[in-house]
């Protein structure tokens, strides 16, 4: 009977183990970028007062 190769297989889960983390990143990137699609960005607010933002800065006149 043939032995077993457990340095093969260990370095096969490794390999499934980093696969499988590097598609969750991915996944997870992807859900981010949706969001930030979908929410609209913060800067979008062009006629937002900018002393509104910094009470502390006077207003021109």
């Not at 183990?17 to 699609?37: C, D, N, P, Q, S």
């Not at 800067?43 to 007062?49: F, L, M, Q, R, S």
Request: glycine share 6%; charged share 45%.
């Amino acid at each position: 009977m043939a032995t077993p190769n457990y340095g093969y297989e260990k370095r096969q889960k490794e390999l499934a183990k980093k696969k499988k983390k590097e598609e969750k990143l991915k996944h997870k990137a992807e859900r981010k970028v949706g969001e930030g699609a979908e929410e609209g960005a913060p800067d979008d607010n062009a006629d937002t007062d900018p002393t509104a933002l910094n009470p502390d800065t006077p207003a021109q006149p």
